[in-house]
């Protein structure tokens, strides 16, 4: 059974910062993970996705690495801003199983 | 130009009621999902259909059912709401899983479910 883990469970720095976010999973039998943004009361907003050939994804401010052998991923934020405070979710598909299991988040706030 | 839609965005009812929540997707995608994020912020799978049927259904309640009257709606329905159904509710889309596409998935913005 996938389990999806992330850590920090929070993560409080100055701006200016950068910063990164660590997501792990159990299972290396992958099609892709993907990285949402969720912000207090509102939806998930995709970031980043990565598909189980590729090694890592880049979108603006934002990169995303995938090491698919050892089951980890790294959500990269450079330069951070106040803007960029939201809860942050990564999320992969094993294969065979058409679904998304998401880890618990980290919940990043940037000081200014 | 919404991709994927939900109504209504809050819901609140009493224990007991039935109730239903509609998501609409223009993405022509095949494949659409129902996710819960219960008080924790746990975001986990209810329910997948690929075009028109059912392909999963992850032990949750049979007070819950989803219906799909075409491939660009998924509504979900519960009857008899309890105080634990409280929730925030996503709807989800992709393409379908043998297409050899991305299969990123789109959320809707959620609907918040409080059950008094």
């Known amino acids: 059974k996938q389990e999806v883990t992330q850590i920090p469970a929070a993560l409080s720095v100055p701006e200016g910062e950068n910063l990164v976010l660590n997501c792990s999973f159990t299972d290396s039998a992958i099609y892709n993970l993907q990285w949402f943004r969720q912000d207090p009361g509102k939806g998930l907003t995709s970031l980043l996705l990565?598909?189980?050939?590729?090694r890592e994804q880049t979108s603006g401010r934002l990169n995303a690495s995938l090491d698919k052998s050892s089951g980890r991923s790294t959500l990269y934020i450079a330069a951070s801003q106040p803007g960029d405070s939201a809860t942050y979710l990564c999320a992969v598909t094993t294969l065979g199983a058409q679904k998304l299991v998401f880890g618990q988040g980290t919940r990043l706030t940037i000081n200014p | 130009d919404t991709a994927v839609s939900q109504t209504p965005k809050y819901l609140v009812t009493q224990m007991g009621n039935d109730k239903s929540i509609k998501c609409e997707q223009n993405?022509?995608?095949?494949?659409m999902y129902w996710y819960k994020q219960d008080s924790k912020k746990f975001l986990k799978i209810m329910f997948s259909y690929n075009n028109k049927e059912l392909i999963i259904n992850e032990t949750v309640p049979n007070r819950f059912s989803p219906k799909s009257p075409d491939k660009a709606h998924l509504n979900l329905h519960i009857n008899s709401l309890e105080l634990g159904d409280s929730a925030v509710y996503f709807c989800?889309?992709?393409?379908?899983?043998?297409?050899?596409?991305?299969?990123?998935?789109?959320f809707g913005p959620g609907t918040r479910l409080t059950v008094t």
């Open positions: 989800a889309s992709s393409q379908a899983y043998n297409w050899g596409g991305s299969y990123e998935q789109y």
């Open positions: 990565i598909q189980s050939s590729q």
């Open positions: 993405l022509g995608h095949d494949t």
